[in-house]
């Protein structure tokens, strides 16, 4: 047997040495070793598992344990060294207990393997991971409510279309973004729950031959169920396919509200400022003030995007059960909490920090944005909406053809539209009233938006818990 296959967990079959080429193609290691602190968990608990099935002594059991445990120190204070022939993070954590205990290291794995080992490692690592992005998100939706309740008085234009559409508060609409990643939040609860279930204890296909009390292992593992199949618990990544997706939905959430900021913080628009802390400059044009941040939020989005379309190839083309391809889970997990944890932090950073420039937000409100008011204000005399809203068209036109704005037509002018128009109308051209107007629950009136944010207020305490 070549030096090189004494090491690996898969080596007595064969003989000759691997190709040092495929070596390195094959190996892991290079990014599961972050699976280090799961490995050794999964393991700590299986050989309990393993001493009550009568296959370990107790003597065993605790030199095992206690040797995992120096293992752990090692990876803890960055002593523990890779050595050629580690393949992935189970082959490296075990080679260096045999190094620490002798022999009985040999029986760890036994009824075990690196099928049920890897999927464990990775639900217990995604379990931790979830729990640091919840964190990350809800810190954002804090910063984000918090921000609303203190600017609810600063009105600006709302859009559609890229076209000014009707006179909003400012947390209104930082509430609509908050509100989306409160879904995400959900939704990564949701997925936690599927998450953690058991998989160890299924071995490479058929299951565990040797009684394995697997209702320990949940136990000793925190896990709220055991998987049910275990060809099913071994071979599918639908936890990863999801968590994959849920990156996709957050950071088109965050790219959304990145690429307003972004329009809100150019010399045309200047509703916005971003603190130097979150800009760049240009290396040629000194005046430049580049919103970098956001649009690096914008652009991770499609680096999300790519790892789960491609992933979900990768999955689309197996047969049933482990197979190889799979090894190219941990990779695409692995970045996408990286991107989302990284975007999730500079987003409140971003938050937390801007200034609002009130005085151009509400310069740019114009009597334009008041043309649905004018439909409303002949729907409140009893015209039908549908006859209301040509009345009010036909009053935009006009302006437009007198080349003035929609506030300083005549009574008389728009008559010529509507009759019922009269002397109150001037009432309409009024923004705070506009807004104020919208107090259903959802609207953009300052008791619905304070509405708003005692909901989220709410939300918030309750998915902290």
């Known amino acids: 047997m070549a030096g090189s296959e004494g090491n690996k967990l898969w080596g007595g079959r064969f003989v000759g040495g691997t190709d040092p080429i495929m070596e390195k193609f094959n190996a892991s290691i290079a990014y599961d070793q972050r699976m280090w602190d ?36 090692e990876w803890s204070s960055g002593k523990f060294q890779v050595k050629p022939g580690d393949e992935d993070i189970h082959t490296a954590n075990e080679r260096r207990l045999k190094e620490l205990i002798g022999e009985a290291a040999g029986k760890l794995h036994t009824g075990r393997s690196r099928n049920d080992q890897v999927v464990t490692d990775m639900r217990l690592w995604l379990r931790d991971g979830i729990a640091t992005l919840k964190g990350n998100a809800i810190e954002l939706i804090n910063t984000m409510v918090e921000r609303a309740a203190v600017e609810i008085n600063i009105l600006f234009p709302g859009y559609t279309h890229m076209q000014r559409a009707q006179p ?155 197979n190889k391809d799979l090894q190219e889970d941990k990779e695409a997990m692995f970045d996408v909490y990286d991107t989302v944890h990284a975007v999730l932090q500079v987003a409140t950073g971003v938050l937390s920090t801007l200034e609002v420039n009130q005085k151009a937000m509400e310069a740019a409100l114009s009597p334009d944005m008041l043309a649905t008011d004018l439909a409303y204000y002949l729907v409140r ?85």
């Open 381 to 465: 005399k009893g015209v039908p909406f549908r006859e209301a809203h040509s009345c009010s068209g036909k009053a935009v036109y006009l302006a437009e053809s007198k080349n003035v704005s929609l506030n300083q037509l005549k009574v008389e002018d728009l008559h010529s539209a509507s009759p019922l128009f009269d002397s109150d109308v001037s009432s309409v051209w009024d923004y705070t009233s506009s807004v104020e107007q919208y107090s259903a629950p959802g609207g953009t009136a300052r008791s619905s938006v304070t509405a708003q944010i005692e909901h989220m207020r709410a939300w918030l305490k309750a998915h902290r818990e």
């Open 38 to 73: 799961a490995d050794i968990r999964g393991s700590k608990a299986y050989v309990k598992a393993l001493q009550k099935a009568g296959l370990v002594t107790q003597e065993e059991m605790d030199q095992i344990r206690d040797g995992l445990d120096k293992v752990f120190a």
């Open 168 to 322: 909003i508060r400012w947390s209104h609409w930082i509430l609509s973004h908050a509100v989306a990643l409160s879904r995400d939040v959900e939704h990564m609860e949701e997925i936690r729950r599927r998450v953690n279930v058991l998989p160890l204890g299924s071995g490479a296909i058929a299951g565990n031959p040797f009684n394995i009390d697997r209702e320990l292992l949940r136990k000793e593992l925190d896990f709220d169920g055991i998987s049910i199949n275990s060809m099913d618990a071994t071979g599918q990544r639908d936890f990863v396919a999801e968590f994959l997706f849920w990156g996709s939905m957050c950071l088109t959430h965050l790219s959304k509200m990145a690429e307003d900021l972004i329009l809100y913080s150019t010399k045309e628009f200047s509703f916005i400022s971003l603190s130097d802390a979150y800009s760049t400059g240009s290396s040629l044009m000194p005046q430049k003030k580049n919103a970098d941040s956001l649009e690096l939020i914008r652009s991770k989005a499609g680096r999300v995007f790519g790892r789960c379309a491609g992933f979900l190839m990768t999955l689309k083309g197996l047969p049933s059960t482990y």
